[in-house]
């Protein structure tokens, strides 16, 4: 059954391609590309050994950051002239800190058909394997690079209680980690590099670490930050050992819960805690 419009009014595929392993290519964006009449790209050299590789053949257009205030004009003629155009960038979803917003936007306003074809986003990658709480996360791209905004949004960040999600540049990451010491203090951090790539890795360390080993470390990257904790766990933390324990037991939690959440609070491992209770008696 045939996927692409076929209606007067053409309609914007924006299709997620691979962040490093060519496999990672869905066979519905395969279909796609193959179907549609132009393909827009962030970089038109980089695409096109993306569509060599998997034997497809179109016209290509570049759009990317500097051009597309003039393209998206371009791109909604095509689209109301009946063409089908497919967004991709150099790699993972387009519209993630990537070209893209700009005509999506503009399709809305002009009532065109935008559809997402599904596929790799290394956000998302970098933070189901990141071990952090993901039932709620906060992704804020690449830091600012101007001082004054940079450290406005730092200071958003240092009260976020959900898992933040950051990209950031290989050469940058030791400023980066410095900047966030000075306004986070050492909170647990992930960095997930090379994902789907040989290179593969997950560094789970605390921030202190990563700055020590920040100068080696290449590769595309996403950095993965523990949420701030909330106000009641702060409040907990002032607490002696038996007024934390005396906290949980008002709220009629067992014993080995109330050691496992105390563990939890003060991020030691629970085997601590209870070795420090066997002592006191």
Known sequence: MKEINSKE?????????????LEDMTLRAIKILKDIDVIAAEDTRHTLKLLNHFDISKPLMSYHRHNEDVKTDILIKELK???NIALVSDAGTPGIC???????????????????IPGACAMINALICSGLDTKEFVFMGFLPLNKKNRKEKLTEIENITKTVILYEAPHKLETTLKDLKEILGNRKIVLARELTKI????????????????KEIKGEMV?????????EENHLM?????EHYQY?????????????QIAKDRNVNKNEIYQQFINKK
């Not at 990537?98 to 997402?116: A, N, Y």
């Not at 290179?199 to 920040?214: C, G, N, P, W």
Request: proline content about 4%; hydrophobic content about 35%; some cysteine.
């Open 223 to 231: 950095l993965i930050l523990e949420g701030a904790q909330k106000k």
């Open 81 to 83: 002239a009946g063409k």
């Open 199 to 214: 290179h593969e890795e997950y560094m789970r360390e605390d921030i202190d670490t990563l700055i020590e080993k920040a």
């Open 98 to 116: 990537d070209p893209g917003e700009e005509v999506i936007r503009k399709c809305i306003e002009e009532k065109i058909t935008i559809v997402p």
């Open 238 to 242: 002032t607490l002696s050992l038996e």
């Open 9 to 21: 009014t053409g309609t914007l595929y924006i299709v997620a391609t691979p962040i490093g392993n």
């Open 248 to 260: 949980y037991q008002d709220q009629g939690l067992g014993k080995k819960e109330i050691i496992k």
